[in-house]
């Protein structure tokens, strides 16, 4: 198997406040494949955003930061070119096998190749042409990650007013966009951003190259956002909760064209969303997050088919109009500058027995017979994991708590717990 | 739920001037509610849904007189409260109370929880704050939160908690209608099932009538008896709601339902894709508002199309009135429709497109097929096209204009009972109509 093009290696995000430290993400791991759809999902708080902010570090920093843990982009194309640009910062793994000389606040267990300063890792060289390594873009430095972000790593967001100029017409921004990354002259430009108009669903696309922002709707705003971003003919797309603003039979128009498009150019997409419709209409796989951590992952038929931890199962469960009874999960997101031991999710799960809340989190399961890993005791030796594959809800009348909550069944007591709902997580 | 309606809605219509000039001369109007019928009972809960624009909102807070209805009846319990004065309308709002999306607006972050609430109470004249206390405890307990709650203060609730204490401040003063506009939509789902739970369970508690407007579907299904589905204005369906997701009567209503992504891989790409943007309010399309988007917009007749192939010439038919086509744009992005050959290079080495070639760019960025398979229909669109590209805008408009009207853009269609048993709005259902009103064809 080919290495995937981007791995998020046991990334831990966190923001100082006055209150404390938040760990908006507290260690996950996340692959995309080339061409793949994956898609994070989770609750506000669950820090699927700032995953996808880490990245490309995005976010500000500080506040933000990456204390531990390590993005990898392998793109050969990449490295070999910021390789020739940072010579100084170029790591041989070959020419050097010594583990690496780990900072201080590097974990052991986390063998990084090279020192703070090395961000070209390379792998493999066949002569003199590198041939399998990667950029580590936790270290890398911004005018590295300048060239990426908006080159190789497209980002399109939620609110597509903020990503673009109101005072520039939007053929304008997207033949500056095209002109970033090619030696097009100017009528050339000026013919791809036509091209990309029309490729995104813009009518009259050339009428419309001298329109500003303000002229579109928020539908077409995100096509040319979309359009802007395809302007450099990314490897990969980073979507963060793109078609939430919109209305459905828009949403579903979006969709309909990053699936295409994808198609057409073979790109991966990373897809945050709080929706899980959205996750099953577009991901091949399927991470979910709750808290900072990622609780299951998996091939999409295989985590519908099966989900296999409590939380997703409950997920599902919740959502309104379905038919039948809605779940209520009970209780509150733990808090993100203390978070408890042991899982997560402990303090909200019917099945939770005494392992559950001690430790860290527990390790990824593979579950059997499925393309998929979970998060929770209940995979590991010694247990049975049938326990945990049950309705959410019944498990929850089972075990009718003895906590002093209300939280029985589906009358449940709610969001009420004492900790108020932080949204240090997501913004 | 009871046969008596508590309130009845009858021709409501909320127009905005759209004004110009230092005279502010009225230069159009913007129809945000443009006729609508409905009525509520003791107990029910009526749904109105629809995507941003479609008057939804409108509806709710004009027919509370939170803005003045440009025309029509709100009946409550038989009384009309649009010739109420403002002592009368006071009496009337502590009947009839609103919940909005975000509940941290609508509480003075300097208040206390028990401030909040007790407010409505003082106002109407419960003078004894032990008694008030009361009464706030108690509601806040009825709503899912501890009688010690009482004396925090906003910003120490969670966005869930705060809708839960915006309920209790409308319960507090005892109404028969509860408007909730969008109510959960800020919550994340988990969240969002505990609240449509707990109003579920007041509403039946305290007989309420509720009007719950949202956009979201799966919401409605979860707390609305009966829907009534809004476009551009105007209710295209009302139905119970159960029947309304298996067997919804109207085109919109059915691609509504279509669009939203379910939570099943297995069911990927079956979603119905509406074409284009919902057009604006100020000028909403003739005939029936939804023909210039509708799957199901009806053919004229005399040609067999394929419908979706009809659609798309529609599509073009409804682009080529506004003016002539963006042929740059053929140029640029379709020239390869017709393949190779209709490439020629001109005198300065630039390539240009034949006219050939541009009429095929055009049906491709129209999906319409190079060849419609009604032989008619194809002779029609073809001389069109032609004299489109022969600079030739006004014949070739002029031609699809004649030849392909749907009936749809001309008669408008009226919310009547349908052979499933309820109301909705489209030609497709009133045969009759149809047949008296298309013109002959010749
Ligand atoms: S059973 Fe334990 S480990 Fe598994 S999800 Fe519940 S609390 Fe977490
Ligand atoms: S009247 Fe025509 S355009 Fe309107 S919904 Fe019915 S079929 Fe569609």
Redesign the interface.
């Known amino acids: 198997m080919s290495d995937p093009l981007i791995s998020v290696k046991n990334l831990h995000t966190q923001f100082h406040t006055d209150d404390g430290t938040v760990r908006a993400v507290d260690g996950i791991d996340v692959d995309v494949s080339r061409g793949e759809t994956v898609c994070i999902v989770g ?2 708080g669950s820090g699927k955003t700032v995953t996808s902010e880490s990245i490309t570090k995005i976010l500000q920093m500080p506040p933000g930061d990456i204390p531990i843990g390590e993005v990898q982009f392998r793109d050969v194309e990449s490295v070999r070119e910021l390789a020739d640009q940072f010579p100084k910062r170029v790591f041989d793994v070959h020419e050097d096998d010594a583990p690496g000389t780990a900072g201080t606040d590097v974990p052991p267990e986390e063998d990084r190749p090279g020192d703070e300063k090395h961000f070209v890792i390379v792998e493999e060289r066949s002569g003199d042409r590198i041939s399998r390594g990667y950029i580590d873009m936790v270290r890398a430095p911004d005018n590295a990650l300048r060239k990426i972000r908006g080159g190789d790593i497209a980002h399109i967001f939620q609110n597509p007013q903020s990503a673009l100029n109101p005072v520039y017409t939007v053929g304008w921004q997207i033949v500056e966009a095209v002109q970033l990354h090619s030696d097009d002259d100017d009528e050339a430009a000026r ?1 791809r951003a ?2 990309l108009l ?2 995104v669903g813009i ?5 419309r190259f001298d329109d500003y922002p303000h002229e579109f ?1 928020g ?2 705003k995100q096509r040319v956002i979309i359009a802007m971003a395809l302007a450099s003919n990314p490897d990969v797309l980073i979507a963060d909760e793109p078609t939430t603003a919109l ?7 979006i ?2 064209l990053l699936a295409e498009i994808q198609e057409d150019l073979g790109m991966a997409i990373l897809f945050i969303t ?10 091949d796989r399927v991470v979910v997050m709750y808290a900072g951590k990622v609780m299951e992952s998996g091939e ?2 295989d985590l ?1 088919e099966s989900p296999a931890h409590p939380y997703t199962r ?3 469960e ?6 039948g009874d ?4 009970g209780g ?1 997101l733990p808090s993100v500058t203390n978070p408890p031991d042991g899982c997560r999710f402990a303090p909200r799960c019917p099945h939770a027995v005494d392992d559950c809340f001690t430790g860290d989190q527990p390790p990824m399961y593979s579950v059997e017979g499925a393309d998929q890993e979970v998060s929770c005791v209940f995979y590991g030796d010694g247990y049975d994991e049938s326990v945990v594959q049950t309705e959410f809800a019944a498990a929850q009348n089972r075990t009718a708590r003895t906590d002093g909550g ?1 939280t029985t069944g ?7 717990d004492e900790s ?2 932080s949204d240090g997580g997501d913004r | 739920m009871s046969a008596r309606t508590l309130l009845e809605v009858k021709g409501l219509k909320k127009h905005y001037p759209i004004t110009q000039g230092v005279l502010k001369k009225e230069v159009g109007r913007v129809r945000a509610v443009d006729g609508v019928d409905f009525s509520v009972s003791p107990g029910e809960t009526l749904g109105i849904v629809g995507e941003s624009g479609c008057g939804k909102s409108t509806v709710a807070t004009s027919l509370l007189r939170l803005e003045e209805p440009t025309a029509g009846d709100v009946l409550f319990e038989g009384e009309d409260i649009t010739t109420y004065d403002k002592a009368e309308l006071k009496r009337f709002r502590r009947r009839a109370q609103m919940i909005f999306q975000d509940p941290t607006a609508s509480f003075d972050p300097r208040m206390s929880i028990g401030e909040s609430v007790g407010e409505p109470l003082l106002i109407h004249g419960i003078s004894d704050r032990n008694r008030r206390r009361e009464i706030v405890k108690d509601l806040l307990e009825r709503v899912g939160l501890s009688a010690d709650d009482i004396d925090r203060y906003p910003h120490e609730f969670s966005g869930g908690q705060k809708q839960r204490v915006a309920l209790a401040r409308a319960l507090v003063v005892n109404p028969e209608l509860i408007v909730a506009d969008e109510p959960v939509s800020a919550l994340d789902v988990s969240i969002q099932a505990d609240i449509l739970s707990l109003m579920n369970d007041i509403q039946a508690e305290f007989d309420l009538a509720m009007l719950f407007i949202s956009h979201n579907l799966g919401v409605i299904r979860e707390v609305c008896d009966r829907v009534a589905v809004m476009y551009l204005g105007e209710i295209v369906e009302i139905a119970p709601t159960e029947e309304l997701f298996s067997n919804p009567q109207h085109p919109y209503t059915r691609a509504l339902l279509g669009s939203i992504p379910q939570p099943d891989p297995r069911q990927r790409g079956e979603s119905i894709t509406l074409s284009g943007d919902v057009p604006s309010p100020s000028n909403p399309p003739a005939g029936c508002r939804f023909h210039t988007r509708c799957p199901d917009v009806i053919p004229p007749e005399g040609y067999e199309f394929e419908q979706r192939h009809w659609r798309s010439v529609q599509d073009l038919r409804q682009r080529m009135r506004k003016g002539p086509l963006d042929l740059e744009t053929v140029r640029t992005a379709h020239s390869d429709a017709a393949g190779d050959g209709h490439v020629q290079t001109a005198e300065d080495g630039q390539s240009v497109l034949d006219d050939e070639g541009l009429k095929a760019g055009i049906r491709e960025e129209f999906d319409i097929p190079q060849r419609l398979s009604d032989d008619e229909a194809e002779d029609v669109l073809d001389r069109a096209l032609t004299a489109e590209v022969s600079d030739d805008h006004e014949s070739g408009r002029d031609l699809l204009d004649e030849e392909f009207q749907t009936p749809c853009e001309q008669t408008a269609p009226e919310l009547r009972e349908t052979s499933a048993g309820w109301e909705a709005a489209c030609l497709l259902h009133d045969e009759q109509r149809q047949r008296v009103e298309q013109p002959a064809d010749d």
């Open positions: 609750e506000s013919e036509i091209d029309d490729r009518p009259d696309a050339a009428a709707s539908g077409m209305d459905v039979t828009i949403q579903a128009q969709l309909d709080h929706d899980l419709g959205v996750v099953a209409e577009i991901a999409v038929f519908f409950a997920l599902l919740c959502l309104p109009g379905r038919g809605m779940v209520s999960i509150s209300r589906r009358r449940a007591g709610t969001d009420t108020v709902r």
